[in-house]
T-cell receptor, first 116, second 114 residues
Framework: GAVVSQHPSRVICKSGTSVKIECRSL??????MFWYRQFPKQSLMLMAT?????????EQGVEKDKFLINHASLTLSTLTVTSAHPEDSSFYIC????????????FGPGTRLLVL | AQKVTQAQTEISVVEKEDVTLDCVYE???????LFWYKQPPSGELVFLIR??????QNEISGRYSWNFQKSTSSFNFTITASQVVDSAVYFC???????????FGSGTKLNVKP
């Protein structure tokens, strides 16, 4: 149990385009989903926390208009990187927590974004 | 404020050696949770263990063992008889009682050589 998927696993896009990344909890209802960013050889940086049906809570320094997060259902959250630029290239990881798997976050496999 | 420190940036061992990964945390809360995750080269974080602040009992799972000591605010992870497949980055993390945020350490890269 506690499987989280992400799609796509890799994406290459041109500068100025928008990219949507999906995060799904496959076998449990995720009341809370988290989005992280990880630079090479660095730790995970929490970008935002989203609860189903509510607006996401962004960490300090993360641009809300740049990284749009939607948590429309208990199994799906999306992160849209708007007008992507090369500096947005990174590894984006989502995680999910739910009533069934309390006190633990389960992570998706991550999405590698490369903006040319 | 909460903080997790993994002082070892990178460790290299030869297969079958034992290795301990250190984790020191800071929090003023009395209720909290500690975690270890493994991140292999593929990138996916794999959950290894969760411990709450009221349970200081050490745990062993196969070749893995964890030593939780509140007196020194440490939650160390030992791999016995390491294998090449153990090569990965290992993260220690802290979450508070409300569980709305994880605080990750900087990670320790473990290289196990054949």
């Amino acid at each position: 149990g506690a499987v989280v998927s992400q799609h796509p696993s890799r994406v290459i896009c041109k500068s100025g385009t928008s990219v949507k990344i999906e995060c799904r909890s496959l076998d449990f209802q995720a009341t809370t989903m988290f989005w992280y960013r990880q630079f090479p050889k660095q730790s995970l940086m929490l970008m935002a926390t989203s609860n189903e049906g509510s607006k996401a809570t962004y960490e300090q320094g993360v641009e809300k208009d740049k990284f749009l997060i939607n948590h429309a259902s208990l199994t799906l959250s999306t992160l849209t990187v708007t007008s992507a630029h090369p500096e947005d290239s990174s590894f984006y990881i989502c995680s999910a927590a739910g009533a069934e798997y309390q006190e633990t976050q389960y992570f998706g496999p991550g999405t590698r974004l490369l903006v040319l | 404020a909460q903080k997790v420190t993994q002082a070892q940036t990178e460790i290299s061992v030869v297969e079958k050696e034992d290795v301990t990964l250190d984790c020191v945390y800071e929090t003023r809360d009395t209720t909290y949770y500690l975690f270890w995750y493994k991140q292999p080269p593929s990138g996916e974080l794999v959950f290894l263990i969760r411990r709450n602040s009221f349970d200081e009992q050490n745990e062993i799972s196969g070749r893995y063992s964890w030593n939780f000591q509140k007196s020194t605010s440490s939650f160390n992870f030992t791999i016995t008889a390491s294998q090449v497949v153990d090569s990965a980055v290992y993260f220690c993390a802290l979450a508070l009682y409300n569980f709305n945020k994880f605080y990750f350490g900087s990670g320790t890269k473990l290289n196990v050589k054949p």
